[in-house]
């Protein structure tokens, strides 16, 4: 009996090491409910997504059910559940866009990163890649923004000029030469 609480102590501890800044971040906005779109967005600044693991523990540590944290995550748009690349790639496929050639930019991009049907995230987990439905930036069609960096009337050739640029300097410069 003592060996098996012993155990689920270690357990808790390991959990409390592992969710370090999680518990920062909650203790930064003192576990108030109202404060819970904050601290998923804080959360999923820091994972580039939210973890089911972690979003379980914010209910348990802000007293509050799974069930209502996982609804908040789900209705915003701005929240992943799945893991997000260190470099976000969205190509704005609006009206203005979609007339002057994103969707060819959006095949280049899956192109160039091996990204197949189904799949928006590299298997390194350094390019994510969506399209949204407008940046407001029309004037500059098609657009293509990565990390919030914005740039406009791009190509299917500029857009692999970008991402071998970004490739070396994740030194990933073999996959830049395929």
């Known amino acids: 009996m003592v060996a098996e609480t012993q155990k689920n102590l270690e357990?808790?501890?390991e959990k409390q090491r592992k969710f370090c800044k999680v518990n920062e971040i909650v203790?930064?906005?003192?576990?108030?409910?109202?404060?819970?779109?904050?601290i998923l967005q804080e959360v999923q600044g820091e994972y580039r997504y939210l973890p089911e693991e972690i979003m379980t523990y914010i209910a348990t540590i802000m007293s509050i059910s799974p069930a209502s944290v996982y609804?908040?995550?789900?209705?915003?748009?701005?929240?992943?559940?799945?893991p997000?690349?260190?470099?976000?790639?969205?190509?704005?496929?609006?009206?203005?866009?979609?007339?002057?050639?994103?969707?060819p930019v959006y095949k280049a991009i899956k192109e160039k990163l091996k990204l197949k049907d189904g799949k928006f995230t590299t298997e390194d987990l350094q390019f994510s890649v969506?399209?949204?439905?407008?940046?407001?930036?029309?004037?500059?069609?098609?657009?293509?923004?990565?990390?919030?960096?914005?740039?406009s009337k791009v190509t299917p050739e500029?857009?692999?000029?970008?991402?071998?640029?970004?490739l070396e300097r994740s030194g990933e410069g073999d996959k830049a030469n395929d």
């Open 11 to 13: 357990k808790v501890f």
């Open 84 to 103: 997000k690349g260190k470099y976000e790639v969205k190509v704005c496929d609006g009206t203005a866009c979609h007339v002057r050639g994103s969707m």
């Open 27 to 38: 203790e930064k906005y003192k576990y108030q409910k109202q404060n819970l779109i904050a």
């Open 158 to 166: 500029a857009v692999k000029i970008i991402l071998d640029k970004l």
């Open 130 to 151: 969506e399209t949204v439905r407008c940046l407001g930036a029309c004037a500059l069609a098609p657009v293509v923004v990565i990390n919030n960096k914005v740039y």
């Open 71 to 82: 609804g908040v995550a789900t209705f915003y748009s701005q929240f992943s559940l799945d």
